[in-house]
């Protein structure tokens, strides 16, 4: 017991447990006591209503026969000689009255629930009642709609009662109802309501119907068990609207009166359109309902008690699997005096932990397995399977995987990689090889075993397995489908390789070579091209000779300057070319850059040059994948030729053009004064035409002809004119300027003062010197 407590305390799965079973069997407990209270509360509550619809319906019974009584006697008494003499006489006669007197006390006396009996002779005003009750004119006021009227009313009589109201139920007949008119004698017979009141409490004996009234289709109440509510209008509840709107004979319902839930039966007189009503506080019906629901609540307890003690032992029994398995996965827990634990916590932890190494053994395995199958793959592919260190076991499991007998590499460049590094981030250029691996995968797959290796960054590899020793007829047109998906999707264009069909493993290596070789050929068919041995056997077979004719038509055009004319000559070269291999194709348009820089080997001389373009071309040309690229760079090669041969053209003219500019400034020097020195003359010296040496020197002196003229002979003048004494015009005659005004001008343009000005500020200068 003890380790059962220990338990219960410690660990949180036996808790929820024996918690949960509790639970189980408290509610199965009390909802079974529940509905057996409840069935027998309603059995007993069907049972009194029963019999509450049974009494009202005696009293019902009681009442009708009272009516029925009080017909027959009104009958008698109308039928009586006497009584009729006394009613129909229009004089006063003590001795009939006295005989009536006597004769309806007789009757009175043989009903007990009379309380009197009365006639009016509205022709004298003569009254006759066995118990001395005055008469009522108000009854005689009633419009009587039938034979017999009945009519609740409180009468006081002083002397009567202890002067105490008396409560009746009068009964009027009119002996001559047919005949009505306002003289009519009239019958009246007065039931006290306490004799109703006193039939019901003999026909009824349970304190149960404690509120039992009787009221008439108006709602008044015509008796009561309280007798303070005689004709009271109780038509304003919501009961009685409900009863009186039913219009059933009997029926029964709860209604709450006074905040208090009641049962209400009532029976519905056929005579006398009576109703008969019940009224029952709810929780009285039974009178030791109390005691039944605590007597109740007690065996729930004790049950619920058991339960819990059954709940304890079954959670031993169930729990003991569990109990063990905790026990042997984690010993420590079960014997610490540890706070709550929760084992399904602990045991997820810890199949948690063993399933994450089963994964990752798992993973290390298949990786693992998959590394030794890519190498041993790759072995194959470059012929070296002896070197690869591999257990024999997963050799020969690969070797069971691969039974071919045919195998067939098929080579997938990725055209233009370059550009694709630049486009693709490099995180993402992987996944890009393993997207076209997985492509080609599931392309070449439905015609056989395949395994694919990623052997490059712009090569993938598939290995294909067959049973005969012929390449499907739907190969092509499936590599092409992969071929437009790639582009479509990835932007990304691929040329493939299909190398020779072989037998065996160890002859992979001979397939995986010539697909290799037949790749190649997208230099010559271009871009998403589909290569094998038929479609590149001529390009083997063709005997080339080097197009040496081609290559001075390139030079000539080189040195011509024409960049149409070099190209078409390129163009020309590597249609001559490619009808051969692809090998031929490179090595004859790297033997063409090599002449073209043999025969313009003179200008490397020059400044700025960089050789190492030409090696930038060859190593361009080996990597082209096209013949426009081959074309585009040599092209690009000769334009840098051409550059250089301009450059040296514009060298070797500029060496000449500043011998004859100087020339020209020298001969400016020395014949300044000839007024008639113009380009014209000096162009006639220099053997150029005036247009053009204007040109070369302004070019070179970054001024024309007359501003350096004009600027010697200024400049001279500006000498004279400090150190001689001859006027303004002299000096300017003297430097080859005859017309003083225009010397003036070009003067103080040039100083900003006048010559004069000049000289005199010169002048000043000197004065100031010498002071």
Known sequence: MRIILSRLLRYKTFQKLTVSYFLLVLITVSLLSSVLFSLFSRSAVAEIDRNSKTIL????????????????????????????????????????????????????????????????????????????????????????????????????????????????????????????????????????EQSILTTIRSISKSDALNNVFVMDSEGSVLSHTDSGLFMEDVSGEDYVRRILSEGLPEHSFTANIFKEKHLVTYVKSAEMNWYFVSVSPYDKLISNIRELRNVTLLVTSALGLAGLLISVFLTKNIYKPMSSLFDTINPALSTAGSPLIDEYKVLTEVFTTLEEKEKSMQFVIRRSSQTIREHYLLALLKGNIRDIAAPEESIRQIDEDMPGPYFCAIVLKIDEIEAVKERVQADQQSLLRFALGNIAKETLEPFGACDVLVTEENEVVAVSQYETNELPLELKKALEGAQNFLKRYFRLTVSAGIGDIVFGRKNIQYSYTSAQQYVKYRLIYGKESILDAHLTRSHFLAVLSYPTASEKKLIDAVQSGK???????????????????????????????????????????????????????????????????????????????????????????????????????????????????????????????????????????????????NHTRLEKARELLITSNETAAKISESVGMYNITYFSTLFKKKYGVSPSVYREQASMKRLDSRE
Not at 63 to 90: A, E, H, R, W
Not at 592 to 614: G, I, R
Request: with cysteine.
């Open 57 to 192: 319906s005696q009293i019902s019974y009681a009442s009708d026969v009272i009516y029925n009584q009080v017909m027959t006697i009104g009958n008698s008494l109308i039928n009586d000689p006497q009584v009729v003499s006394f009613l129909n006489d229009k004089e006063e006669d003590k001795t009939k009255n006295y005989h009536v007197f006597q004769q309806m006390s007789q009757i009175k006396n043989a009903y007990p629930f009379i309380y009197s009996i009365g006639v009016y002779r509205p022709s004298t005003e003569t009254n006759v009642d066995t118990s001395g009750i005055p008469f009522d004119k108000s009854l005689y006021a009633i419009s009587a709609q039938k034979y017999m009227e009945f009519y609740p009313r409180k009468l006081s009589v002083k002397g009567i009662n202890n002067s105490s109201p008396l409560q009746l139920l009068t009964f009027m007949l009119y002996p001559d109802y047919s005949l009505h008119f306002t003289a009519n004698p009239l019958i009246y017979i007065n039931v006290e």
């Open 563 to 709: 960049p149409g004319a070099i190209r078409e000559r390129i163009e020309e070269f590597v249609g001559l070319v490619a009808p051969g291999s692809s090998n031929q194709v490179i090595t004859y348009s790297i033997q063409l850059l090599l002449s073209v820089l043999k025969h313009f080997e003179y200008l490397q001389s020059l400044p700025d040059t960089n050789f190492n373009a030409y090696l930038d071309a060859i190593a361009d040309i080996e990597a082209a994948e096209s013949l426009e690229d081959i074309v585009g760079i040599i092209a690009g090669y000769c334009a840098k030729i051409g550059v250089l041969l301009e450059e040296k053209n514009q060298w070797l003219n500029a060496q000449k053009h500043n011998s004859i500019i100087e020339n020209v400034q020298n001969y400016i020097r020395e014949h300044y004064t000839e007024p008639g020195l113009s380009l014209e003359s000096v162009s006639n010296i220099a053997g150029l035409s005036p247009s053009y040496l204007g040109k070369l020197f302004k070019a070179s002196t970054q001024q024309s002809f007359s501003e350096a003229l």
